[in-house]
Antibody, heavy 123, light 106 residues
Framework: EVQLVESGGGLVKPGGSLRLSCAAS????????MSWVRQAPGKGLEWVSS????????FYADSVKGRFTISRDNAKNSLYLQMNSLRAEDTAVYFC????????????????WGQGTLVTVSS | IQLTQSPSSLSASVGDRVSITCRAS??????LVWYQQKPGKAPDLLIY???TLQSGVPSRFSGSGSGTDFTLTISSLQPEDFATYYC?????????FGGGTKVEIK
């Protein structure tokens, strides 16, 4: 059974940093691209970032480019999101997501999601 | 690529046929998927490649369209279908979602 478990969320002041983790199990992690998607309270879904299986291709939403860094450790079956210079508008539940097929672009969407971890940016 | 979903909300009764549309600002071939999300939960993949039913999804759900115009149809609304539905394009980065359609009980 595919499992994705996020951790690392919490309350942080504007300008602060936070590192999210996503522990994956139940599939061959090293063969899948992975992504982060967020959802602000009461709002819709927003794609944040994606990373290819070997970390050779990385993409970010304009809203986080230059502030967030996605990475992965295939030996540890883990995905990360380093978030710096956090703003109030980054407040959201952050989900890690696995694509149905191994790649994201021209793929078939995300069939596996974690439960999400809440990040609150407030003074 | 912007995705415009309509309506943003709708009220319907059990047994009704419901359709939700998603329009892309440029052609995305068939690289469009639909999700269902219930409060406090992660989204569930319903339809991929615009019209292919994800494994385990009831056959009352169907998708159609290609290029810029897409539709999600629920043929006979069931109590468990009251939720928010999102489209997403996977044609190119940045990935984008539609604004969502909340399906409520009339």
């Amino acid at each position: 059974e595919v499992q994705l478990v996020e951790s690392g969320g919490g309350l942080v002041k504007p300008g602060g940093s936070l590192r999210l983790s996503c522990a994956a199990s139940g599939f061959i992690f090293s063969t899948y691209s992975m992504s982060w998607v967020r959802q602000a309270p009461g709002k819709g879904l927003e794609w944040v970032s994606s990373i290819s299986s070997s970390s050779s291709h990385i993409f970010y939403a304009d809203s986080v480019k230059g502030r967030f860094t996605i990475s992965r450790d295939n030996a540890k079956n883990s995905l990360y999101l380093q978030m710096n210079s956090l703003r109030a508008e980054d407040t959201a539940v952050y989900f890690c997501a696995r694509p149905l097929t191994m790649t994201v672009i021209e793929g078939n969407g995300f069939d596996s999601w974690g439960q999400g971890t809440l990040v609150t940016v407030s003074s | 690529i912007q995705l415009t979903q309509s309506p943003s909300s709708l009220s319907a009764s059990v047994g009704d046929r419901v359709s939700i549309t998603c329009r892309a600002s440029q052609g995305i071939s068939s690289y469009l998927v639909w999700y269902q999300q219930k409060p406090g939960k992660a989204p569930d993949l319903l339809i991929y490649a615009a019209s292919t039913l994800q494994s385990g999804v009831p056959s009352r759900f169907s998708g159609s369209g290609s290029g810029t115009d897409f539709t999600l149809t629920i043929s006979s609304l069931q109590p468990e279908d009251f939720a928010t539905y999102y489209c997403q394009q996977l044609n190119s980065y940045p990935l984008t979602f539609g604004g969502g359609t909340k399906v409520e009980i009339k």
